[in-house]
């Protein structure tokens, strides 16, 4: 599997929805457009949440997948 | 960006009813978190959940909660509206929440109508 670079990378393991993508959409605010956001989840809700919450703000989905029982998602920031 | 969302949600469940009183709460979190503008307007049980100290008792089976929620929705810029004769009746109108303003009918409706769309709980 290819790896993909991360300019930030957020926990939210052992989060319920929609706590997941609220952690996502704080730590988003930390970071210039272009840059890269790893979200690690365990909520299930995350496999659909993090592509819509993606589609709704106009950041790019770039990949995910599953890690040893945890979803992982990469996110880039949308341009201004 | 498309023109600015608002969504109004509605609450009339309380404590007594913890799933109820908890999912606006999700959806006003997934709201807020994308970019949505979110007014929460609490009538009847509902205004029990902006009470002082109530939120933190409040959690349902699989959800977040209550209390981490409802900081969220006020941390990402959710508004807190609450009926004025529902806490005027419960005596709770010095007892709420940093952020939540009471309010009358007509507030409610000029936000609901306002807004993109509305959700009752």
């Keep these: 599997m290819a790896t993909t670079h991360e300019d930030l990378v957020l926990d939210a393991r052992g989060l319920l929805c929609p706590m997941p993508i609220v952690k996502t959409a704080k ?30 703000t106009g950041n790019e989905l770039l990949e995910s997948h599953e890690e040893d029982g945890f979803l992982v998602f990469h996110l880039r920031k949308r341009d201004d | 960006m498309a023109d600015q969302e608002k969504l109004v949600i509605m609450v009339t469940h309380g404590p007594e009813d913890p799933e109820l009183a908890t999912i ?25 959940l902006v009470q002082r100290g109530v939120a933190e008792t409040v959690s349902a089976p699989e959800f977040a909660p209550l209390a981490g929620l409802l900081d969220s929705v006020r941390d990402l810029g959710g508004k807190l509206l609450v009926c ?38």
Excluded: H
Aim: aromatic fraction near 6%.
């Design chain 1, 27 to 56: 730590a988003m605010k930390e970071l210039e457009p272009g840059q890269v956001l790893k979200v690690m989840a365990t909520d299930r809700g995350a496999l659909t949440d993090v592509p819509a919450w993606a589609e709704t």
């Design chain 2, 84 to 121: 004025s004769p529902c806490v005027k009746s419960r005596g709770i109108e010095d007892e709420l929440v940093d952020g939540a303003e009471v309010c009358a009918a007509a507030r409610f409706v000029a936000e609901i109508t306002s807004a993109t769309n509305s959700l009752v709980y």
């Design chain 2, 24 to 48: 606006p709460f999700v959806m006003a979190g997934a709201a807020v978190a994308s970019d949505v503008d979110v007014v929460m307007g609490f009538q009847g049980e509902g205004c029990r």
